[in-house]
């Protein structure tokens, strides 16, 4: 059996036994992410040597002619290969979607520091922390030394030793991989969410659509653009080899048959052999270690990264993301990509997905990248002789075939995208139907309204703690509709973090809990007339409401963000933006202590007072026209669940951090004294940090069903 039938029987044994053990196949991920990383072990001690050996092993007139000449034709490649990837979001249908909060919208991201990044002052420490650019850099500038020194025969004799053992090495990694692509197939199909299938589709469509493109028009088109050699006959002498490339999707193997199908095409078109040897064969291995286009082409997950988990990645962050990306790609795309998914800030999981969709596309890619190499070794071989046909007309006229040719390919792709949908969105059922993480106080109820009278007192002057106590109820009240501290779900329960906190302080204090609606206007005069003992709904302590009632220290802080439509995003998360924007309309709520923060911090923007309460209906329909509503980013995540047309910005680099505390009537400090040890208690039993991670953060938001597999579905065993 030959490899790459190894290869196609792991992955289907793979995806088999995915499918018949669903979850169960989750352990495996330990054998695939053991298998990563030995590909990732001998790649930079690799390309350190090659690189050094390669350029070393050059004269200073070959190679500066080599590299100038056919660089500049590299840099034409590499245009047209970005090109396609910067396009190619352009295809992606809009989605709906929405996240709960995360601690890295609060965030600064960590400035890139460029000097670092591109020019090593440790390269031991650039090859020890994976700094591919730096890496690159240093090999670069060593082999160019190294090409005047004399003697270096040796030496360069000893780094090709050492290139072929790290090469022999990561060969006896790749015979592994039969089993690595089996235990990646088995634990994606096992495990992945059958919902994001569809997103998934697009990036493996799209891709493979941009590749055939580049490989079938755009390269060959170039080489009958620049020499006489027509485009139908560089397909028609290189299809075998293309073939192969395909089905093998192993470039290296394939290169000596392309060097030899060069020559004969330049023989073909007249062009005499130089005395000191045929072009391509210098020119292929020369820049084999360069990104090719199946390289350039995988720059492409990032931007379907930032699509697929809603990350704000603009027009603007193109030109970092391609300098850092060409300089990475130098190296395997294994450690590119991670690399690469950081500096965009973009969630690193999503790279599991890059190498389950990698089995097909490093197909598409290396037809991609076989058509470079063909590319670089005829217009290179022309370039070299000074024969290149720069012609204006045939220039222009390539030019518009090339564009009128990207545009139906994108136009077809959306079409198509459109057409078949992108998955369900589901996160405002999800936001609606989530239930309380642990279970209810006994004896919990919820008024309908609040109580005209407050609850009787063991005597006069009796504190609230001791009241609870001897009538064995507290009664707790809630502001409807705060999510997600207390609102109603979707089966009519009340529930939320606060709600859950409620029935936590009645378990400790041995009493049943007695939920009563609160109008949010109304709290110090319903506190103050003992009609409730604590509010506990999600309650901002600020300086007026501390003057009128007591607090409890604050148990959360919220970070002050603007809920904006998804396409103004990039524009709210930058204080400075906002604040040089004329005109602009915020919704802000009526709390004095928020409207002076927004009127300090932002003093052009015109602010619209707008109760708590009405937030939703602004959102859901309708109004006065805003331009963004200021409200918490932890409280506004939640409501883009509801309404993924919006999104949360939070305006860098300001942090406004807005503190949550209990209110009691101000005449009973005990009650105080006590919430704020309850409090302390439930952050150090992790109460607080449970239920934050469930109810801001999300985490298992969602009742996980199992996955449907053959042993439990259709087998019936369930252990």
């Not at 697009?202 to 755009?218: E, H, I, N, P, Q």
Request: net charge neutral.
């Amino acid at each position: 059996m030959t490899f790459s039938r190894k290869i196609l029987v792991g992955l289907v044994l793979g995806v088999a036994t995915g499918l018949f053990l669903g979850d169960r196949a989750a352990p495996l991920h330990f054998l695939a992410d053991a298998f990563v990383r030995l590909l990732q072990m001998t790649v930079l001690p690799y390309v350190t040597v090659s690189m050094i050996a390669g350029i070393g092993n050059l004269d200073a007139g070959t190679a500066r002619r080599l590299f100038l000449r056919v660089g500049a034709l590299t840099l034409v490649l590499w245009a047209l290969a970005l090109g396609a990837v910067f396009l190619m979001p352009l295809a992606f249908p809009a989605i709906e979607a929405a996240s709960f909060f995360s601690t890295t919208m609060v965030e600064d991201p960590p400035p890139v520091d460029f000097l670092t990044l591109y020019i090593p002052s440790n390269p031991f420490h650039s090859l020890a922390n994976s700094v591919v650019p730096a890496v690159v850099l240093f090999s670069t500038v060593l082999g160019i030394a190294l090409m005047g020194v004399s003697g270096k025969e040796r030496l360069v004799e000893w780094l090709q030793v050492v290139e072929r053992a790290l090469a022999r090495a990561n060969r006896l990694v790749v015979r592994l991989t039969p089993l690595g692509l089996f235990a990646i197939a088995a634990h994606t199909s096992g495990t992945l969410d059958l919902q994001q299938v569809a997103r998934l589709r697009v990036y493996l469509v799209a891709y493979g659509a941009m590749a055939l493109l580049l490989s079938l028009w755009v390269f060959p088109a170039l080489v009958a653009c620049l020499t006489p050699i027509p485009a139908r006959r560089v397909l028609q002498a290189t299809q075998d080899v293309l073939i192969t490339a395909f089905m093998t999707a192993d470039l290296f193997i394939v290169l000596p048959t392309l060097v030899e199908r060069s020559k004969l095409l330049l023989a073909e078109a007249g062009l005499p052999e130089a005395e000191e040897g045929s072009p391509p064969e210098v020119i292929v291995p020369a820049f084999y270690n360069f990104p090719h286009a199946a390289k350039m082409l995988s720059l492409s997950f990032v931007l379907f990264a930032a699509w697929y988990s809603q990350t704000t990645l603009t027009a603007a962050d193109y030109p970092s993301l391609a300098g850092a990306g060409i300089l990475s790609l130098f190296g395997s795309i294994n450690v590119s990509i991670p690399f690469l998914l950081d500096l965009a800030r973009v969630p690193a999981d999503t790279f599991q997905l890059f190498l389950a969709t990698g089995v097909l596309n490093s197909r598409f890619g290396t037809l991609a990248a076989a058509m470079h190499m063909v590319v670089l070794a005829l217009a290179g071989t022309y370039a070299l002789s000074g024969q290149l046909r720069l012609s204006g007309p045939r220039l222009l006229r390539y030019a518009l075939v090339t564009g009128a040719a990207t545009a139906l390919t994108l136009g077809g792709l959306a079409v198509s995208f459109r057409a078949l949908g992108a998955g369900t969105y589901e996160g405002a059922r999800l936001a609606q139907e989530m239930g309380l993480l642990r279970p209810a106080s006994e004896g919990a109820t919820v008024l309908g309204e609040l109580p005209a009278d407050p609850p009787p007192k063991p005597r006069e002057g009796a504190s609230i703690l001791e009241a609870v106590r001897a009538r064995g109820r507290i009664r707790v009240g809630f502001i409807p509709g705060q999510r997600p501290y207390c609102h109603v779900n979707a089966r009519g329960e009340l529930v939320g973090f606060d709600v859950e906190m409620a029935h936590a302080l009645a378990q400790e204090l041995g009493v049943a809990v007695e939920f009563a609606p609160v109008p949010r206007d109304r709290i110090v005069e319903v506190l103050e007339a003992g009609r409730v003992d604590v509010v506990m709904a999600g309650v901002l302590l600020t300086t007026q409401r501390a003057s009128r009632v007591e607090f409890s220290p604050p148990y959360l802080d919220e970070t002050l963000a603007f809920v904006v439509l998804d396409r103004r995003r990039a524009q709210f998360s930058d204080a400075a933006t906002v604040r040089s924007t004329p005109g602009l309309r915020v919704g802000v709520p009526d709390l004095p202590y928020v409207r002076q923060i927004v009127e300090r911090e932002f003093p052009n923007v015109t602010i619209v007072p707008l109760a708590l309460e009405n937030t939703e209906s602004v959102l859901a329909g309708p109004g006065a026209h805003l331009d963004a509503v200021c409200l918490t980013a932890e409280r506004g995540s939640f409501f883009t669940l509801l309404y993924p047309a919006f999104s949360v910005a939070v305006p860098h680099p300001l942090e406004v951090r807005l503190p949550l505390a209990y209110p009691v009537a101000s005449r009973d400090l005990e009650m105080a004294r006590f919430m704020g040890l309850w409090i302390e208690l439930k952050r150090r039993d992790g109460t607080i940090s449970a239920l934050y991670d469930h109810w801001i953060l999300g985490k298992d938001a969602k009742a996980r069903s199992p996955r449907w597999s053959v042993l439990r579905d259709v087998l019936g065993w369930k252990p």
